[in-house]
């Protein structure tokens, strides 16, 4: 698996980095994804995570439900399909803080002026998303071969309850179709065995 880090280099991506950067990948593709279907949302943070990924987002007065799961999820697999690849380029701050107020993306801006005055800010881009990020990622949509949207949650920006409420979308992803699979029958066997717990104490 090829991998683009953020200098533009592209290299084969080392076997314990694997999951880690299909996951990141997988919340761009999300975020692009959503942004196709909802113009309006503005992006937070969208990591990788232990079993797979996330992003928080800022979709005004837009509830989601899982029919909505359902759509988003769909249009991963055509970006999925339409092989876009991953560009990368950094920009120095004050162009960095102007191009995400051009693109609305409000938080990505509050995050900026986090970071410290010597930060190298990069930008990955496939298609006609960007997003801010470190990377790496992979060098093209299609190397996302096994995914699939889990749940809607809510979380508070900078995990904060004194700011805005953001609906989180998580996902899992893996190397291969087979490794899902595996992933969801030990769901299942979780959820039954659950079951068969609370029947017990009923």
Same mark, same amino acid.
């Given at each position: 698996?090829?991998?683009?880090?953020?200098?533009?280099?592209?290299?084969?991506?080392?076997?314990?980095?694997?999951?880690?950067?299909?996951?990141?990948?997988?919340?761009?593709?999300?975020?692009?994804?959503?942004?196709?279907?909802?113009?309006?949302?503005?992006?937070?943070?969208?990591p990788?995570?232990?079993?797979?990924?996330?992003?928080?987002?800022?979709?005004?007065?837009v509830? /989601?439900?899982?029919?909505? *799961?359902? #759509?988003?999820?769909?249009?991963?697999? !055509?970006?999925?399909k339409? %092989?876009?690849?991953?560009?990368?380029?950094?920009?120095?701050?004050?162009?960095?803080?102007?191009?995400?107020?051009?693109?609305?993306?409000?938080?990505?801006?509050?995050?900026?002026?986090?970071?410290?005055?010597?930060?190298?800010?990069?930008?990955?881009?496939?298609?006609?998303?960007?997003?801010?990020?470190?990377?790496?990622?992979?060098?093209?949509?299609?190397? /996302?071969k096994?995914?699939? *949207?889990? #749940?809607?949650?809510?979380?508070?920006? !900078?995990?904060?309850?004194? %700011?805005?409420?953001?609906?989180?979308?998580?996902?899992?992803?893996?190397?291969?179709?087979?490794?899902?699979?595996?992933?969801?029958?030990?769901?299942?066997?979780?959820?039954?065995?659950?079951h068969?717990r609370?029947?017990?104490?009923?």
């Amino acid at each position: 698996m090829k991998i683009i880090y953020n200098d533009g280099h592209v290299a084969e991506c080392p076997a314990e980095d694997e999951l880690e950067v299909l996951r990141h990948s997988a919340a761009h593709i999300m975020a692009q994804a959503v942004k196709r279907l909802y113009p309006d949302a503005h992006f937070a943070y969208g990591p990788a995570t232990e079993k797979g990924f996330h992003y928080d987002i800022d979709l005004g007065d837009v509830k /989601l439900t899982d029919e909505d *799961l359902a #759509a988003i999820q769909a249009e991963m697999q !055509k970006i999925v399909k339409e %092989n876009l690849p991953f560009k990368v380029y950094p920009l120095p701050r004050d162009e960095a803080v102007q191009l995400m107020k051009d693109r609305g993306e409000i938080y990505k801006v509050e995050h900026i002026a986090d970071l410290a005055e010597d930060a190298v800010i990069t930008f990955y881009q496939q298609g006609d998303y960007i997003d801010m990020c470190v990377g790496p990622h992979l060098t093209y949509t299609k190397a /996302l071969k096994a995914f699939k *949207l889990t #749940a809607l949650s809510g979380a508070y920006w !900078k995990n904060d309850q004194k %700011n805005k409420m953001l609906t989180r979308l998580n996902g899992v992803a893996f190397r291969n179709q087979e490794e899902l699979a595996e992933y969801e029958k030990q769901v299942e066997e979780a959820k039954a065995r659950d079951h068969r717990r609370i029947g017990k104490e009923i």
